[in-house]
């Protein structure tokens, strides 16, 4: 634990003792294999050091860690140093695949312990986010429909935050792959988001990413209940801005891509929007610039949306637009108004 708290200082740390060191590591998990604190601190040592290693596979315990990180009793710091280990070391990805380690993983997720489960979770997420490889194969494998059946059968808050954020690193990866969403997704999300009120905010960032990967329409990312879930978190007072943020995206990439189911669904939109945008402008409290710029992206979404069957705007409403616009429009006023633009 001591070499875990001290690897992580760059300043002070030796790292070319890692080649001692590693020997160390190897024993000890010998000598005490079931012990997860001590594979917590090796992979937590791993995970500080692999990046100074310098290429050279023989200073740092790859075969251990992964052994480790598969058996669940290293946690988080098992993905952590999974991750860590694949962008040190490129072919540790290739490796990752070939020895069925993801394939093991993805079956953790559907194990009878919810540690271990958690735990698949978190190192599917790191491997993901450090490897094109290793996000392929959690789609080619179904790993998103096991995640969305996860979402709705798990008792753990902390497994159902970790299955969103898979969702999210797999769907947001840049990769060209055509993905196949399951058909009940966003219903697990939004099933999950109502049992653990905490994991909101990740649930909204994973709707606005599946909506970004989907085409107008795509019945997967559509579901009763949708919008009226993330205009009640623009219109709650106790939401946060992180939160804010993440439920005024999710409602602009829906706007964008997805048609309204109703008027009434652009005109609930168009009015929640426009209220947080007023609440943070600065005018009747404090300025948030963020959270303003999100919700104003999804008030411009919605504006468009709903331009050929309109709803009824007050004109102190169309003050209020044009007031927003020209705080989070860059306009070159030598050459234009804003005025001008809107007209």
């Not at 000598?31 to 100074?52: D, M, R, W, Y």
């Not at 426009?274 to 609440?279: D, H, I, N």
């Amino acid at each position: 634990t001591l070499l875990w708290t001290l690897s992580a200082d760059e300043s002070s740390f030796d790292y070319s003792m890692l080649k001692d060191i590693k020997p160390a590591l190897e024993n000890a998990a010998r000598e005490h294999p079931t012990s997860k604190a001590l594979s917590q601190a090796i992979c937590g040592i791993v995970n500080n050091s692999a990046t100074h290693a310098q290429g050279a596979t023989n200073a740092v315990p790859i075969d251990l860690v992964l052994k480790l990180a598969t058996s669940g009793d290293a946690g988080p710091q098992g993905g952590k140093a999974l991750s860590a280990l694949c962008t040190a070391f490129p072919d540790v990805s290739t490796r990752v695949i070939q020895s069925g380690i993801c394939d093991r993983l993805l079956e953790g997720l559907c194990d009878s312990s919810v540690d271990v489960q958690t735990a698949s979770a978190t190192t599917l997420v790191s491997l993901s986010q450090s490897s094109d490889v290793a996000r392929n194969k959690v789609v080619d494998a179904g790993g998103l429909a096991t995640a969305s059946a996860a979402l709705f059968t798990t008792a753990s808050e902390a497994f159902a935050k970790e299955l969103l954020l898979l969702v999210n690193v797999v769907v947001s990866g840049g990769s060209k792959k055509v993905i196949q969403l399951p058909e009940e997704i966003i219903v697990s999300i939004l099933h999950a988001a109502n049992v653990f009120p905490q994991v909101k905010a990740t649930a909204c960032m994973a709707i606005r990413n599946l909506m970004l990967v989907t085409v107008p329409g795509f019945k997967s990312v559509t579901a009763d209940g949708l919008v009226d879930f993330l205009v009640g978190i623009l219109d709650s007072a106790s939401s946060s801005e992180d939160l804010l943020m993440e439920a005024s995206g999710a409602l602009w990439s829906y706007s964008a891509k997805q048609p309204l189911a109703s008027p009434t669904v652009g005109a609930n939109i168009f009015r929640s929007t426009l209220g947080v945008c007023a609440r943070h402008k600065g005018d009747t409290g404090p300025f948030n610039g963020p959270v303003l710029a999100e919700a104003a992206g999804a008030l411009a979404a919605i504006l468009h949306c709903i331009r050929e069957d309109p709803v009824p705007i007050p004109d102190n409403d169309i003050d209020l637009i044009i007031s927003i616009l020209d705080i989070v429009i860059e306009v070159d006023v030598e050459n234009v108004t804003l005025m001008d633009r809107l007209l």
